[in-house]
């Protein structure tokens, strides 16, 4: 018998890791290479709400109602206004299954987060890429060179993470609002990706009651230091989560996750204090860095650049036992930066001094 699947699944071209082939972190090592939020006083939280959960919470379906009573008062939106996934990646899945037939185009950037030219791939959409340019400061992308390539093309979607990873780089509220406006007027969807929402407190989804043309993307794996749930969520007009919805699964996510987080909102000062933590061991260690002669990029999210130059090759060396991290990038934007996810003081000191030992 021979298959049919959808076209865009026969190009060769369109090729993913095989799950069971992944290789585990190896223990006694810090690891600051996924963005995660490791914080041990968030930690301890959430060991303490999942030793105390009931016994049926994994023998029940879930139920809903309370958890998006809860997130939607957080947000600041009406629940009709949400849709839980798994993890942003399944906001950005569904935004493609919602908006994108084969042959559509769909505008990203790049470097970007991975799955945004997979899922191109997959629905067999024509992908126009903005990419990163090299600045004194960092990569840079103007919203001017957006507005011309969105006028240019005419996309059936728009993603545009913000802070976009790895660059680290955000529009301001004011750019923001200017390319959501012109995607309403061209007839495109903007999905804005807030993955690093609140350790970049701005954010847009006040705006989706009034613009129909705006999703936002959520999740609950960086700041609120639960990446191993993969839950997420999209914030949109009910008109437009009611699109969502129409191809959302039997249940968004398992009673497990759904009841955690439920918890987890009960407890929104302790995610906060370790936002506050972590962007202070991230002034921390930028500020060590700067002392050594190492130069730094500006970042928005909860990871950190740093270049070592001709010292590189030492200091990797060094760092080999004792830290997981991006050592380099491909991309010229990045190119002889290494990046390292946020810590604590506490935390960054080994890193620290290994580095510092070094170059002496």
């Known amino acids: 018998m021979t298959l049919s699947p959808r076209l865009p699944l026969l190009d060769n071209a369109l090729v993913r ?6 290789v585990p972190r190896p223990d006694g090592r810090i690891w ?3 963005n995660e939020n490791l914080d041990p006083e968030l930690l301890s939280l959430t060991t ?3 030793r105390n959960l009931d016994p049926m919470t994994l023998a029940s379906y879930p139920e809903f109602a309370s958890l998006y009573s809860k997130l939607a008062t957080w947000v600041g939106v009406s629940p009709d206004s949400l849709m839980l996934t798994a993890g942003s990646d399944g906001v950005i899945r569904l935004a493609f299954e919602v908006f994108i037939n084969e042959g559509d185009r769909v505008v990203h ?3 970007t987060f991975a799955m945004y030219p997979v899922y191109c791939q997959m629905f067999g959409a024509q992908a126009h890429t903005l990419g990163y340019e090299r600045g004194i400061n960092g990569p840079e992308l103007s919203v001017e060179r957006i507005i011309a390539e969105l006028q240019r093309v005419r996309p059936k979607l728009f993603c545009l993470p913000n802070p976009d990873s790895p660059t680290g780089t955000v529009l301001t509220q004011s750019e923001l609002r200017e390319v959501i406006d012109l995607c309403g007027s061209i007839g495109s969807a903007v999905l804005i990706d807030e993955a690093y929402h609140p350790f970049y407190a701005e954010s847009c989804t006040r705006w989706t009651q009034e613009c129909p043309q705006l999703i936002v993307a959520r999740t609950f794996s960086k700041a609120w230091g639960l990446a191993g749930l993969r839950i997420g969520y999209v914030v949109g007009h009910p008109d437009t989560i009611a699109l969502f919805n129409k191809i959302r699964p039997m249940y968004e996510i398992g009673t497990l996750s759904a009841t955690l987080v439920s918890k987890m909102l009960d407890h929104v000062e302790a995610m906060d204090a370790s936002v506050a933590r972590l962007l202070f061991g991230k002034s921390h260690f930028v500020k060590q860095m700067n002392e050594l002669g190492f130069s730094t990029i500006p970042t928005h ?3 950190q650049h740093v270049a070592f130059g001709d ?4 200091i990797h060396a060094a760092l080999e036992d004792i830290v997981l991290y ?6 010229d934007c990045l190119r002889g930066y290494s990046r390292f996810s946020m810590t604590t003081v506490e935390g960054f000191q080994p890193i620290i001094s290994a580095i510092r030992s070094a170059i002496i």
């Open 48 to 50: 303490s709400l999942l």
């Open 311 to 314: 010292k590189s090759e030492k």
């Open 17 to 22: 890791p095989e799950s069971y082939q992944s």
């Open 326 to 331: 991006r050592k380099d990038f491909k991309d």
């Open 32 to 34: 600051l290479d996924k």
């Open 301 to 303: 999210g909860n990871f």
């Open 109 to 111: 950037t790049v470097p």
